[in-house]
């Protein structure tokens, strides 16, 4: 995921980012933590390389988040590490 956001976006140098994050690791049943770590680090590059950005999750993501708070107990629910964390539902993070 990284290396595409790399090569597709930050290397244009776009002045805004809209990305729409978490249908894929739904998709591919991809463990929620390196999901949002990955995140993270795709939010760290582009708002290094001077983009403003603009994140959301999908609704099946958010779904299926909802579903897996239902199933476990809640200290192994992935939670944002930050308020600006693109996992937390839409927010925009400035320069």
Known sequence: MIRRL???VIDAH???VIWQVGTNAVLRN???TETANLVEDGV???QAAGADLVAGRSAIFA???RASREREPDDK????RSPNSAMSGFSRASR
Request: aromatic fraction near 0%; hydrophobic fraction near 30%; avoid cysteine.
């Open 6 to 8: 790399q090569s597709s």
């Open 14 to 16: 776009p002045d805004l």
């Open 30 to 32: 991809l463990d929620p």
């Open 44 to 46: 760290t590059r582009i």
């Open 63 to 65: 779904a299926r988040h």
């Open 77 to 80: 629910v992935a939670r944002p």
